[in-house]
């Protein structure tokens, strides 16, 4: 359970994007130089791929080039130096999914920034569902089905995750305490790996994105019982949220836009305004859907809350994991 202290905190995100500035303008001729969209991981991952949709639209929207830096290492300190240690001007941003202020704060004594004071946020932009694929072999076709299977073989089925402290292996560990499931778990470094174990049999079950899955779906080398989001996802209609049996449970990873604390409201307002126009573009969600990733589309408030509900989720399954920071 989240410490009272640690949700005070969280909540403050909220607080201080909705904090009032009484006759705060956009400066004239905002923006009048490039932006810069920082995230704290290398090419080709989940908050890039959004960053890069985002920039691209977002570059015709403002009239000035939209620039994202890859900024990874030290578990987001080095992205939050890009940001923190210039001016809090509306010209740098950060572009991350949620493990920076829901997980890596539970998981670390020591992070060189302040989840909580040193960010506000902007927009959140997308989320990207995992799904809970099964090899073939485990014989269950059903997410019920699996439940009794797991059930009626406690401490033999194996999981994998892209690594301790990952979205995957923290939704599995909440599913295992929703359910009181006994499972192994088998920590890989990224997709890459856990997912060609599970078609060769290495494991039996993993959490995963729909499109590291959809080709061995086709072909009926995995199978898929569940998903992680709240509700249902248009990739895979036909396969049902655990939110159905579980209110509330979301895992589901959400990626947006925040700013260096004292960042001008008037101006993290108008950012808000337009990256959420620009999420909601038909273009921008067809990008969005070839990657699995769904367009959301909210200001502050709606960030802000959606990380503190986020955090609440995975402090409690990081406690069920017994995961201890390091």
Request: neutral net charge.
């Amino acid at each position: 359970m989240m410490s009272l202290s640690r949700c005070v905190a969280v909540l403050g995100l909220v607080a201080a994007a909705l904090a009032p500035m009484a006759g705060a303008q956009v400066p004239a001729g905002y923006p009048s130089k490039p932006i810069r969209l920082v995230v704290p991981y290398a090419a080709g991952g989940l908050p890039d791929t959004v960053a890069r949709i985002l920039a691209q639209r977002l570059q015709e929207r403002v009239g000035q080039s939209v620039v994202v830096e890859n900024r990874p290492g030290g578990n987001g300190a080095v992205a939050a130096a890009a940001l923190l240690q210039g001016p809090a001007d509306g010209y740098t941003f950060l572009v991350t999914d949620g493990s920076m202020f829901s997980i890596n704060p539970k998981l670390y004594t020591k992070l060189g920034y302040n989840a909580a004071k040193d960010f506000m946020p902007v927009a959140i932009v997308a989320r990207a569902p995992l799904f809970l694929a099964l090899n073939p072999a485990v014989p269950a076709n059903s997410f019920a089905e699996f439940v009794a299977y797991v059930r009626a073989n406690p401490g033999k089925v194996n999981y994998g995750s892209s690594g301790i402290g990952s979205t995957h292996q923290l939704t599995m560990e909440a599913l295992k305490s929703e359910y009181k499931l006994d499972m192994v778990h088998v920590p890989f470094k990224g997709t890459g790996q856990s997912v060609p174990a599970l078609v060769g049999g290495q494991i039996e079950v993993l959490w995963s994105a729909y499109p590291s899955l959809a080709g061995f779906v086709k072909d009926n080398r995995v199978k898929l019982v569940a998903t992680n989001a709240g509700k249902r996802s248009p990739q895979a209609p036909d396969i049902p949220a655990i939110a159905e049996q579980v209110p509330g449970f979301d895992f589901a990873p959400i990626i947006g836009v925040l700013a260096p604390v004292g960042t001008p409201k008037a101006i993290v307002d108008k950012v808000a305004s337009e990256v959420v126009a620009v999420v909601k573009m038909p273009e921008t969600q067809k990008q969005f859907a070839a990657s699995g990733i769904e367009s959301v589309g909210g200001g502050p408030e709606e960030y802000g809350k959606a990380i503190a509900d986020e955090t609440s989720h995975m402090a409690k399954a990081i406690d069920a994991a017994g995961i201890k920071p390091e």
